[in-house]
């Protein structure tokens, strides 16, 4: 089994930023992805950006612009920096990690975006 651990989650006045980090526990051959979702109350769980092992990023539409995916193959580590935040980013954003084994998520980290 594969634990990821997520971390930079918080409080934040609209237009500010933050950046999430999520590390596996363990290192892992052959991940074909990284990324992360994020979900609202009553709504469902929707992707931010993800990252393969090429380093070829998607986004989506509401991130792209203002967010940047990244990854540390080194440390089994993925990254999200956020800027320019809204109130309507306020959630829970979830690391996933996608390897041959099979698809793992994190327990989730809060992202609260006051107006």
């Known amino acids: 089994q594969v634990q990821l651990v997520e971390s930079g989650g918080g409080l934040v006045h609209a237009g500010g930023s933050l950046r999430l980090s999520c590390a596996a526990s363990?290192?892992?051959?052959?991940?074909?992805?990284m990324g992360w979702y994020r979900q609202s109350p009553g709504k469902e769980r929707e992707l931010v950006a993800g990252?393969?092992?090429?380093?070829?990023?998607d986004y989506a539409d509401f991130a792209k612009g203002r967010s940047t995916i990244s990854r540390d193959n080194a440390k089994n580590t993925v990254y999200l920096q956020m800027n320019s935040l809204k109130p309507e980013d306020t959630g829970t954003y979830y690391c996933?990690?996608?390897?041959?084994?099979?698809?793992?998520w994190g327990q989730g980290t809060q992202v609260t975006v006051s107006s």
């Open positions: 363990r290192i892992i051959d052959s991940i074909h992805l």
């Open positions: 990252i393969t092992s090429g380093d070829n990023a």
């Open positions: 996933t990690l996608v390897h041959p084994g099979g698809q793992y």
